[in-house]
């Protein structure tokens, strides 16, 4: 196992998935997966927290000279991406997509899954994180199957050429869920 890979951050949660097994040729075609059927609305959430995230250094220097206007642009924000949730929630398709007990890193994934997937294997992936509605397409390369249980596989993905804003998102989604589970074990003590 890539020693690298073993350096992230890594949770177990939750994702809708859907992949599709694809060639080398077809990955290098284009920067992000083009296999499935998306509507606009689906990268919305991602866009925008792209672009949070891009102002937010903007947004802190307004807010030493400024708090009042920072107060400000932060709650246009807020509204901003309410209404954001609100239309990706109503276009997002849950039934198409299957959700997976998943153990998730910056670097992969692993997952169940009813069958094999050759080692070496190339994939398109389509995930979205239901707490925020935030989808992601990524590719992937399978770096080990093995029986999990009579029922399934243990499926191990490791992301190939991740755009920077998609491994942003990950971590992200990381850190939430770390600090949600920190918030919940405080509390049950």
């Given at each position: 196992m890539n020693q690298e890979r073993r350096q992230y951050f890594r949770i177990n949660g939750k994702v809708a998935l859907d992949y599709k097994i694809i060639t080398i040729q077809e990955m290098k075609h284009s920067r992000l997966p083009s296999q499935f059927e998306v509507s606009p609305f689906f990268m919305l959430l991602t866009e925008?927290?792209?672009?949070?995230?891009?102002?937010?250094?903007?947004?802190?220097?307004?807010?030493?000279?400024?708090?009042?206007?920072?107060?400000?642009?932060?709650?246009?924000g807020a509204r901003i991406n309410a209404v954001a949730q609100a239309v990706a929630k109503s276009d997002v398709e849950f039934d198409n997509?299957?959700?997976?007990?998943?153990?998730?890193?910056?670097?992969?994934l692993s997952f169940s899954n009813d069958v094999a997937i050759e080692l070496g294997s190339y994939l398109a992936l389509k995930i979205v994180f239901e707490e925020n509605l935030t989808g992601l397409l990524l590719y992937g390369r399978v770096l080990y199957c093995g029986l999990a249980d009579e029922k399934g596989y243990k499926i191990g993905v490791e992301f190939t050429d991740m755009p920077e804003s998609s491994r942003m998102i990950v971590a992200r989604h990381i850190l939430s869920c770390q600090a949600r589970d920190l918030q919940k074990q405080d509390n049950d003590n």
């Open positions: 925008l927290q792209d672009l949070s995230q891009d102002s937010s250094y903007q947004l802190r220097k307004i807010s030493q000279k400024e708090p009042a206007i920072a107060s400000y642009l932060e709650n246009l997509l299957s959700t997976h007990e998943i153990n998730l890193s910056e670097g992969g």
